[in-house]
C-alpha cells in the first residue's frame, strides 16, 4: 500500500521556512551544522518542530544527519558536484530541446519573475530574490511538458542549492543580474532555441567546468 507524508504543521512549515531561508541567502554553508535547541530559539518553537522540518529537509537532500551527530548541510566532494551538475546540463538541455515556446501571458509572468528578483536584491534579500531567480528558471524549465524529466531537474536544483548562494553574490551588481534575465527573455520571446540554451545553461556550464578542473588529475587534492 503507497503511503504518503502528513502535511507539516504551521510550527514546523515555520522552521522550514527559516532554515530554507537561511540555506538560499548563503547564511548556512555547506557542511556546517544546525543545532536544534538554536533553531528552536530562533523559530520561537519546540524541539519537535524543529526536527521534523530537519528530516523533512533532510529527505529532500538539503541536509545531511549522522548518527549521534546532527543535521549539517549537505556538503559534496568536487567529484559529487560533477555528478551533480552534470546531471543538470544533461537533463536541462533535454527539457530546452523539448519546451513549447511560451504564449505573451506567460512571458510576461516570467518578466515579472525578474522584477521580483531585482526588487529583492535591491531590499537586500538574497534569500527571496534566489528563490525568484530559482522560479524564473523552474518556469521556463516546466515550459517542456516531460513531467519526469521536469520532476528530476527541481530536485537537482533543490540539492544544490547551498552551492548557488555561494557561487554567485546576486546582491552584488543587481541592475547587472537583471540584464542577463532579460536577454534570456529576449530570446524566448525570438524563439531562439540556440540561444536561449546558451544563455539559461552558462551558470551550469561555468560551474561544472569548475568541477571537471578541480578534480583533474593535474589538481590540487580536495581539502
Same mark, same amino acid.
Given at each position: 500500500m503507497a503511503t504518503f507524508a502528513r502535511p507539516a504543521s504551521r510550527t514546523t512549515a515555520k522552521v522550514l521556512d527559516a532554515v530554507r531561508g537561511a540555506i538560499v541567502s548563503g547564511e548556512l554553508s555547506p557542511g556546517e551544522q544546525l543545532r536544534q535547541q538554536v533553531w528552536a530559539e530562533r523559530c520561537g518553537v519546540s524541539r519537535p518542530p524543529v526536527r521534523e522540518a530537519l528530516e523533512i529537509l533532510s529527505n529532500e537532500g538539503l541536509l545531511t544527519h549522522g548518527l549521534n551527530q546532527g543535521y549539517f548541510v549537505a556538503k559534496f566532494s568536487n567529484d559529487e558536484i560533477e555528478q551533480l551538475y552534470t546531471m543538470r546540463?544533461? +537533463?536541462? *538541455? $533535454?527539457?530546452?530541446?523539448?519546451l513549447e515556446w511560451p504564449a505573451p501571458e506567460m512571458l510576461a509572468e516570467l518578466s515579472a519573475h525578474v522584477d521580483r528578483i531585482e526588487a529583492n536584491a535591491l531590499a537586500g534579500r538574497p534569500d527571496l530574490a534566489r528563490s525568484a531567480m530559482a522560479d524564473f528558471y523552474l518556469s521556463i524549465y516546466r515550459l517542456c511538458h516531460r513531467t519526469l524529466i521536469i520532476a528530476e531537474i527541481e530536485r537537482l536544483w533543490?540539492?544544490?542549492v547551498s552551492y548557488r548562494a555561494h557561487n554567485y553574490d546576486i546582491l552584488a551588481a543587481p541592475k547587472e543580474s537583471t540584464v542577463q534575465f532579460r536577454l534570456i527573455l529576449d530570446a524566448l520571446a525570438a524563439q531562439d532555441r540556440? +540561444?536561449? *540554451? $546558451?544563455r539559461l545553461q552558462r551558470p551550469v556550464v561555468t560551474i561544472l567546468s569548475r568541477a571537471r578542473a578541480a578534480i583533474s588529475p593535474t589538481a590540487a587534492p580536495d581539502s
Open positions: 546540463d544533461l +537533463l536541462e *538541455a $533535454e527539457a530546452l530541446r523539448t533543490a540539492r544544490t540556440e +540561444l536561449l *540554451a $546558451e
